[in-house]
Structures are given as C-alpha cells and as structure tokens.
C-alpha cells in the first residue's frame, strides 16, 4: 500500500509558476512509475506528465510541454511538478498517482493509488 500526498496548490496569476510535490509513504516509491494528472470543474481527468521509476523516461501531455517538469527524488520518496508559465486553463484539480506496475502511462486507469489532490487556480 502506498500513501500519496499532494502539497504546494494555489492561487497564482497568468504567466506565474508553482511547484508541485507529492510524498509518498512505503517503502517500494523507487519501483513505481509516477505520474501528474488533473481535473477540471466538469471535465475528465486528463493526464499531464509521467515519470518512470529511474527518472530516465519521461512524457507530457502536449497542453503542458515546454512549460512543466516532472521529477523524481527516489531518495525523498517525492515527486514534483514544476509549472512555469501558467495559464487560466491549467486551473483544476492536479493528482499525483502510483503505478506500481511502473508503466509510465498516460491513462489514468492503470495507476493503482492517488493522493488526494491540490488545487491550482491561474487567474488572467
């Protein structure tokens, strides 16, 4: 079983940045691939960055690339989100997830546990 917990959401103006993180508890984090995804009022969840286990393999939704980073601490059980140049529609809900199947996939169904979710709010 694996805990996730999201920190480092608010509220912040067009063309600003936050950093997102995401602890994990266990003791198998390095065997998982992670990934960022989020949610806004009445849309699906839509995926925005993956990372593998190692770090070495890494993907973005096309919305996101060039403007956001993921990375990983194995050694802080962490992962984050670095989100530069924010725009009103990145506004959602964003979820870290564990895949302990280490995937790296974009379809949030085969993550097997979420955090509980941060909210971002960008205002123009």
């Known amino acids: 079983q694996v805990q996730l917990v999201e920190s480092g959401g608010g509220l912040v103006q067009a063309v600003g940045s936050l950093r997102l993180s995401c602890a994990a508890s266990?003791?198998?984090?390095?065997?998982?691939?992670m990934g960022w995804f989020r949610q806004a009022p009445g849309k699906e969840r839509e995926f925005v960055a993956a990372v593998s286990w190692g770090g070495r393999n890494i993907y973005y939704a096309d919305s996101v690339k060039g403007r956001f980073t993921i990375s990983r601490d194995n050694a802080k059980n962490t992962v984050y989100l670095q989100m530069n140049s924010l725009k009103p529609e990145d506004t959602a809900v964003y979820y870290c997830?564990?895949?302990?199947?280490?995937?790296?996939?974009?379809?949030?169904?085969?993550?097997?546990?979420w955090g509980q979710g941060t909210q971002v709010t960008v205002s123009s």
């Open positions: 266990g003791r198998t984090f390095s065997n998982y691939a």
């Open positions: 997830a564990a895949d302990r199947l280490g995937r790296n996939s974009k379809r949030f169904n085969e993550y097997d546990y």
